[in-house]
């Protein structure tokens, strides 16, 4: 039996929602493991501004009738996220619909590219987030990852974060001009090591842009597959490994490890990434993608095309430091 074009349409949303849905849970997602995961606003469709991070200063004590204390604003740094745009399409020809069995051939087209396009999804997400991990370290920045301009916003500082460097770098500064790092390219994944980094990240790097203490405690370590066994051997015994004395691991079930398969680039095959899970790195998206169909008669074809909405931006390098992954 032939079919309408518009009886393809009805197919997608009666047959084709289900296989989407089914394919996008089919994998657990890597990234909300660490990451902020903000829901789209559509009053914000191609992106947003947001204020980086530069704290309120203290309170201080006031005496009985004394004034109020009256603080000043810190100039604040501002940065934005792109909210991109992807998609998969599909096509029927019109003279598959006038076929002999129309019906079951297009619905398992659908269910079929469906069920895939969920996986993928997933897939897209968790390769762009581990692309800003990776990129994240370059002198030279990224315009793939790190490049937010979206219409009428030009990103200030395309290729890199709001302050105008690398998400992961030796020389961020505070409002003061002070400055910090939270990238080790020669560091390697030892208790020892950990220990390092974590005292960098809860004590130096422990700071607003005022200069003023605040809380810094990372508590996941991303890596490549090749060293999860590795990073839960130093996190997970009770004594530091390669210790000649048997001396207690002070990092012992610190962070969770995190093992992200789409760390994949060579010169990341040593690197580690410890984070503070849900702070600084956001994402920002709709969630499963949106099927529709659109009749082309020009091409004498239907296209069935899914569309997902989602960016990842950096708002805050403190609670993030990389080892072992170089700046070239």
Request: glycine letters at 8%; aromatic letters at 10%; hydrophobic letters at 40%.
């Amino acid at each position: 039996m032939s079919i309408h074009s518009t009886q393809v349409a009805a197919l997608v949303q009666d047959i084709g929602n289900k296989a989407i849905i089914d394919g996008y849970a089919k994998h657990p997602p890597i990234y909300p493991q660490f990451c902020d995961v903000r829901q789209h606003d559509p009053r914000n469709e191609f992106g947003l501004k947001f204020t980086a991070y530069t704290g309120a200063g203290k309170f201080k004590e006031t005496e009985e009738f004394e004034a109020n204390f009256s603080d000043t604003i810190a100039k604040a740094r501002s940065g934005q996220v792109k909210v991109r745009e992807w998609t998969k399409s599909f096509q029927v020809a019109y003279r598959t619909l006038d076929a002999i069995g129309a019906v079951g051939k297009v619905g398992d087209d659908i269910v079929k590219n469906a069920t895939m396009w969920g996986v993928a999804a997933l897939r897209t997400k968790d390769d762009f987030v581990a692309g800003v991990l990776q990129y994240g370290t370059l002198t030279a920045g990224s315009t793939k990852y790190f490049d937010n301009s979206y219409t009428d916003n030009a990103d200030p500082n395309a290729k890199f974060i709001f302050d105008g460097l690398p998400f992961f770098d030796t020389a961020h500064t505070d409002l003061s001009a002070a400055t910090y790092s939270n990238h080790e390219p020669t560091g390697s994944l030892t208790a020892a090591n950990l220990e390092t980094y974590l005292n960098t990240m809860r004590s130096t790097n422990a700071v607003d842009d005022r200069g003023e203490v605040i809380y810094n405690e990372p508590d996941v370590l991303v890596v490549p597959p090749g060293l999860e066994q590795t990073a839960i051997r130093v996190i997970q015994s009770e004594f530091q490994p390669g210790s000649a004395n048997n001396d207690v691991n002070a990092i012992r079930n610190r962070f969770k490890v995190v093992s992200n398969p789409f760390i994949r680039l060579a010169a990341s095959a040593s690197a580690g990434w410890l984070g503070t899970a849900g702070v600084g790195l956001f994402v920002v998206e709709d969630g499963i993608p949106v099927l529709t169909t659109t009749a082309d008669p020009i091409h004498r074809c239907v296209i069935v095309s899914a569309v997902m909405k989602y960016g990842a931006g950096v708002e805050d390098w403190r609670p993030w430091f990389n080892f072992g992954k170089a700046a070239a």
